[in-house]
């Protein structure tokens, strides 16, 4: 999963032994840590679950997983859901001193993020990443 970007994980669909069970309409970030915690996955009934990365596993164009009951659908005052925040969120927020914003993460081994894709003057650019995109008073 290497270099696998929010960009191109949101247009994998999710799968449960080929059935086609929903897609990725954003991703889910860590309130404290470097890392994905799930995706928001719109499923096929029009219901958005939220599915823990620890219960997903990225195969060549696909996220597959080993249940249909592992996509949640969490009440709103889940901790999912008042202390992660969603990567939508978070684009477009300045980064940096330069003026660069973010528009996307890489993910790496594990669901770490391992990069920041942000943008300026000059376009895009990745930049390593090891501190925490989340504010602390994230919804």
Do not use: N, Q
Not at 85 to 91: Q, R
Not at 111 to 121: A, F, K, N
């Amino acid at each position: 999963m290497r270099g696998l970007t929010g960009e191109k994980l949101r247009r994998f669909p999710v799968r449960l032994r080929g059935i086609l069970l929903g897609r990725p309409a954003d991703l889910i970030l860590h309130p404290s840590a470097p890392r994905l915690l799930g995706l928001d996955v719109l499923c096929g009934d029009g219901t958005h679950r939220f599915l823990s990365s620890a219960a997903a596993t990225v195969r060549e164009e696909e996220i597959e997983v080993g249940s249909p009951f592992v996509l949640l659908d969490l009440p709103s005052e889940s901790l999912y859901r008042t202390r992660a925040c969603p990567l939508s969120k978070l684009i477009g927020t300045p980064v940096g001193d330069d003026g660069a914003v973010l528009r996307d993460v890489v993910l790496g081994p594990g669901w770490t993020i391992d990069e920041l894709v942000l943008e300026d003057g000059g376009g895009e650019r990745r930049v390593p990443f090891g501190g925490t995109l989340v504010p602390e008073h994230a919804p």
